[in-house]
């Protein structure tokens, strides 16, 4: 019995050693000038869409940059979460995905209608790509760092509602749990700490805190690690008898600006989630928050090498997947 134990344990290790390379293989094939040959513009053909639906909402910046997160956390960044399901059991239908914001789809519907406009193009960028790009040019356009965009990913062909189960952060998350999930995709603290900044432009539902406000826990209606002040504000915004879906700023001081204001609202308890504030409260990464707040300079360096690191999770290269012709379905 103790032979064959030791034989299944080396099996399961020897895979996991397999998967690692494979997936170390697929994140080092791609490479910035992927498209050089087939579409050499295809950045520029992606950012002047996005600016054009920039113009007409700022929510396109966080719904975009939300949805890449979500995307590249539960299959890998394979444009997954685009696809459309029509009994609603795709990765969009899940709870946890329900709340993305209809913009960020639509922006890389309408980049990949600009893509495909051009016939040198034409089905021959990847929807997960373009989601990549998308990305950073809506970080940029809020005011963030317009860094290099690794290419070369294809578009997965299976998206199903069961995926996405334990597959996100919650709100609620300690600082382990989020350190274990983003260890499972081979991020470390302080990239997840750096993403986490993401939210200096995102927003919530009044439903994702509101215990936090209102019945914290059976000693204290109000969660202690949050501002007085601020509790008072968010009880304005969020009446606990008023709709829950209504949306907040996660950033009360530059809600429009990529910045480092994420960081020194935590240092005044002004972290919307408990999974935000956590990351002050916490000695442990109590560290990084300092530096981000402080020095708005290590922030992009970190988020920059963060979101990089993010868009290589689990991609498709190669032979694997496709490239899709529309967005929402596989071909």
Known sequence: MEIKSIKSQTFIAFSFIILFFVASASAQALRQNFYQNVCPNVESLVRSAVQKKFQQTFVTAPATLRLFFHDCFVRGCDASVLIASGNNQAEKDHPDDISLAGDGFDTVIKAKAAVDS???CRNKVSCADILALATRDVVALAGGPSYKVELGRRDGRISTIASVQHNLPRPDFSLDQLNNMFARHGLTQPDMIALSGAHTIGFSHCSKFSKRIYNFNPKSRIDPTLNRNYVFQLRQMCPLRVDSRIAINMDPTTPQTFD???????????????SDQVLFSDQRSRGTVNLFASNNTAFIKAFVIAITKLGRVGVKTGRQGEIRIDCTRPN
Request: hydrophobic share 30%; net charge positive.
């Open 118 to 120: 051009d016939p040198k």
């Open 260 to 274: 480092n204001a994420y960081y020194k609202n935590l240092q005044q308890g002004r972290g919307l989630f408990v």
